[in-house]
C-alpha cells in the first residue's frame, strides 16, 4: 500500500489538533473539566465518532450553507479507525484527553473546523468536525484541491 493512501487528510487535521492542545500533566481540575463535558479519556476514539454539533451546524446555516450530517459507511469507518491507529502513542494520549467528539459533514465548504467546547477552562476540550468527502482522497489529491483554491484564474494569461 502507498504511503499517500495511508496519510490521509483526517490524519493531518488531528495532528493539528494536538499541537494546539499543547502537553501538560494530568490534574484533579482536568478529570473534573473531562466529566462536566463528557470526555472519558479511556474510551476509544473512534468511539467518539457522533453527530455533528448542534452549534456547528447552526454557525453554517447561519451563514447561508445547507451541510447534512454524513453516515460513514463501513469503508469509511475503517479509514477512520486506521488514521487513529496510526497516530503515534503521544498523540493518541492528547486525542484522548481532549478530543471529545469528531463528525462528518456533507456539503461543508471547508476541510475541517476545531470548535473549543470549553471556552472558559483553561484545559480545553474540542470537537472537530470533518469534509466527509475527505475520507474519498488521498493527501496528495487534497493538497492539489487546496493549492488550486489559493489562485484566481480570472486574471490569468491562459
Not at 80 to 101: D, W, Y
Amino acid at each position: 500500500m502507498k504511503i499517500q493512501n495511508l496519510l490521509r487528510p483526517v490524519s493531518l487535521f488531528l495532528l493539528l489538533l494536538i499541537s494546539l492542545t499543547g502537553m501538560s500533566d494530568h490534574s484533579l481540575a482536568q478529570t473534573q473539566i473531562q466529566l462536566k463535558y463528557g470526555l472519558d479519556p479511556a474510551t476509544p476514539l473512534f468511539s467518539r465518532v457522533r453527530e455533528t454539533p448542534v452549534g456547528v451546524i447552526k454557525m453554517f446555516e447561519e451563514a447561508g450553507m445547507s451541510p447534512r450530517q454524513h453516515q460513514l459507511s463501513p469503508a469509511e469507518r475503517l479509514i477512520v479507525e486506521r488514521a487513529f491507529a496510526a497516530l503515534p502513542p503521544l498523540h493518541q494520549r492528547v486525542l484522548k484527553e481532549h478530543l471529545r467528539s469528531i463528525s462528518f459533514l456533507d456539503n461543508m465548504p471547508n476541510t475541517a473546523l476545531t470548535s473549543i467546547v470549553n471556552t472558559a477552562d483553561a484545559f480545553r476540550l474540542y470537537d472537530i468536525t470533518f469534509r466527509a468527502a475527505i475520507l474519498r482522497q488521498n493527501v496528495s489529491e487534497w493538497l492539489t484541491e487546496k493549492e488550486r483554491a489559493c489562485f484566481d484564474a480570472k486574471g490569468s494569461c491562459g
